[in-house]
T-cell receptor, first 116, second 111 residues
């Protein structure tokens, strides 16, 4: 069964450094998402991406964050200057159609980001 | 602003018991509601998706109901098994591309 993959599984970085989290969505999916989950807290929506542009973003997704689909398979989340509070599990998801219909989102296993 | 609440936060039951997990949401204007399962160190797996026009969905031993007007959903798990031990998340979609999650119910099924 097709699945969403994410790399790396765990990333440790120093405060102020840039990180790029990578995701390979399911190949025929058109909508892509990033979520984060701070330890012990709710899963929070960050951004959705469709047709090579951001379709929606949350208030969390400020200028420090950016997303890109650099080629036909990868979907990346970049954090320009990491802060301690960026430490979280980051999940990538994809869907054939946008949320709100009958389609579900398929989630990757997550990347645990630790900012020291 | 949509808020999703799940009760209880944690639940421990003996194997074979039937159980109900609860989810409530503050804004009844939803497009759909989903129940996910989250295992430690792994991503989220969709269990059931209920459209706003539907009252329930069933998959195997799982049954999810939706009462949109009262802002409630329940996930019923029949004949629980140790393999059902996980965190169960409720999530709603109220428009746009955003999905809003509850904090989850951590379930432990004892053998």
């Amino acid at each position: 069964e097709p699945e969403v993959t994410q790399t790396p599984s765990h990333q440790v970085t120093q405060m102020g450094q840039e990180v790029i989290l990578r995701c390979v969505p399911i190949s025929n999916h058109l909508y892509f998402y990033w979520y984060r989950q701070i330890l012990g807290q709710k899963v929070e929506f960050l951004v959705s991406f469709y047709n090579n542009e951001i379709s929606e973003k949350s208030e969390i997704f400020d200028d420090q964050f950016s997303v890109e689909r650099p080629d036909g398979s990868n979907f990346t989340l970049k954090i320009r200057s990491t802060k301690l509070e960026d430490s979280a599990m980051y999940f990538c998801a994809s869907s054939v159609n946008g949320v709100g219909g009958t389609d579900t989102q398929y989630f990757g296993p997550g990347t645990r980001l630790t900012v020291l | 602003k949509q808020e999703v609440t799940q009760i209880p936060a944690a639940l421990s039951v003996p194997e074979g018991e039937n159980l109900v997990l609860n989810c409530s949401f503050t804004d009844s204007a939803i497009y759909n509601l989903q129940w996910f399962r989250q295992d430690p160190g792994k991503g989220l797996t969709s269990l059931l998706l209920i459209q706003s026009s539907q009252r329930e969905q069933t998959s195997g031993r799982l049954n999810a109901s939706l009462d949109k007007s009262s802002g409630r959903s329940t996930l019923y798990i029949a004949a629980s098994q140790p393999g059902d031990s996980a965190t169960y998340l409720c999530a709603v979609h109220t428009g746009g591309f955003k999905t809003i999650f509850g904090a989850g119910t951590r379930l432990f099924v004892k053998a």
